[in-house]
């Protein structure tokens, strides 16, 4: 049962921790497989491993196709003594910004795809909480309205992210499932952390075509009277 002073709750094996903001809003969380238990109740004493910070859903109406987007953070965390005022924020806009648009699309068209929309963008800032070093490998998840994906194609989504030193990756992304209304979400991995990402919607660039080499016609040699 769920420790209601402290928001510990421990089930199944998953021990998780409810973390609040300054406002007593619950928008993090942290999940940890047990590895070991000692003691019962209020008294248990456990060892955890595969600490995880996940953030509670964030949504925003986009309207259009895309309808309501929705984003949820699960990060792998490398360690866990970090500052009380560790916080990890999510800013969702319906468009990225010019320069990252223009990075999103150079990027693709390097990887011989083409950009045919962004849905909308998730920002993740991180405030004493680093990449590599506090955050490993982690998953971002982000939902898009039924006439979105069907208007690009659901085998056409793709996720990308603009790390902190500028580089473009399109993520290795699944489809975790449909809503009641249809709405899917999609959940890019990030091998290194969070940062800037755009759920988008991605063809391969035409290849061009050969052009054939003409052949010479060999003329037959007029015969000498």
């Known amino acids: 049962p769920p420790d209601a002073t402290a928001g510990v709750t421990l089930l199944n094996n998953i021990v998780t921790i409810q973390l609040k903001d300054s406002d007593g809003q619950q928008t993090v969380y942290l999940e940890a497989t047990v590895k070991s238990q000692t003691g019962t109740g209020s008294t248990a004493v456990v060892e955890v491993q595969d600490v995880r910070l996940k953030t509670v859903g964030q949504n925003k109406p986009i309207g259009g196709d895309v309808g309501t987007a929705s984003v949820v953070v699960n990060a792998g965390l490398k360690r866990v003594d970090f ?11 319906a468009a990225p910004a010019a320069a990252d648009k223009t990075d999103f699309e150079n990027a693709a ?8 929309a962004f849905a909308y963008t ?22 898009a ?3 979105f994906v069907d208007k690009y194609g659901l085998s056409k989504m793709r996720v990308m992210r603009k790390a902190e030193d500028g580089k473009v990756t ?3 992304t699944q489809v975790l499932g449909a809503d ?5 979400t999609f959940r890019g991995t990030s091998p290194d952390g969070l940062s800037l990402f755009a759920l988008t919607a991605q063809e391969p660039l035409p290849q061009p075509t050969a052009t054939p080499t003409p052949t010479a016609t060999p003329i037959p040699a007029t015969p000498t009277p």
Request: aromatic share 2%.
């Open 145 to 147: 309205g039924k006439a």
């Open 83 to 93: 500052p009380a005022d560790a916080s990890v924020t999510v800013t969702i806009q």
């Open 180 to 184: 009641a209304d249809g709405a899917v």
């Open 122 to 143: 998730a920002k993740i800032d991180k405030t004493k909480l680093a990449d590599n070093t506090d955050i490993g490998q982690s998953y971002i998840d982000m939902k």
């Open 170 to 172: 399109t993520l290795d």
């Open 109 to 116: 068209s390097t990887a011989k795809n083409k950009v045919n």
